[in-house]
């Protein structure tokens, strides 16, 4: 069992920025994809960005591309979501998510249903 922890949420205003991590257990971690998803009350929870257990690729939705950034450190066993000139629409819970059968080092994944392992979440505000 992967346990997953993020922190780093918050309240920011509008256009300001905000980096989320994500905290992984096991010893296998540069084998699984990683991805971010987010949740407004409400709402279906929504695939944001995803990255390769290589980190050599990454993936993002259409609302968030240019503006948040992904990536992980293999040997932190973490990985961070960089996420810059915010929206109120941006407000939600963000949750971590692994994959661990993977087949491939460079692949990545975008729905809720191909990740094995979830965070808790932490929350976003971003204020107007």
């Known amino acids: 069992q992967v346990q997953l922890v993020e922190s780093g949420g918050g309240l920011v205003q509008a256009g300001g920025s905000l980096r989320l991590s994500c905290a992984a257990s096991g010893r296998s971690f540069s084998s699984y994809a990683m991805g971010w998803f987010r949740q407004a009350p409400g709402n279906e929870r929504e695939f944001v960005a995803a990255i390769s257990g290589s980190g050599g690729t990454t993936y993002y939705a259409d609302s968030v591309k240019a503006r948040f950034t992904i990536s992980r450190n293999n040997a932190k066993n973490t990985v961070y979501l960089q996420m810059a000139s915010l929206k109120p629409e941006d407000t939600a819970s963000y949750y971590c998510?692994?994959?661990?059968?993977?087949?491939?080092?460079?692949?990545?994944?975008?729905?809720?249903?191909?990740?094995?392992?979830w965070g808790q979440g932490t929350q976003v505000t971003v204020s107007s």
């Open positions: 998510a692994a994959r661990l059968r993977v087949y491939s080092g460079s692949g990545v994944y975008t729905a809720y249903h191909e990740y094995d392992y």
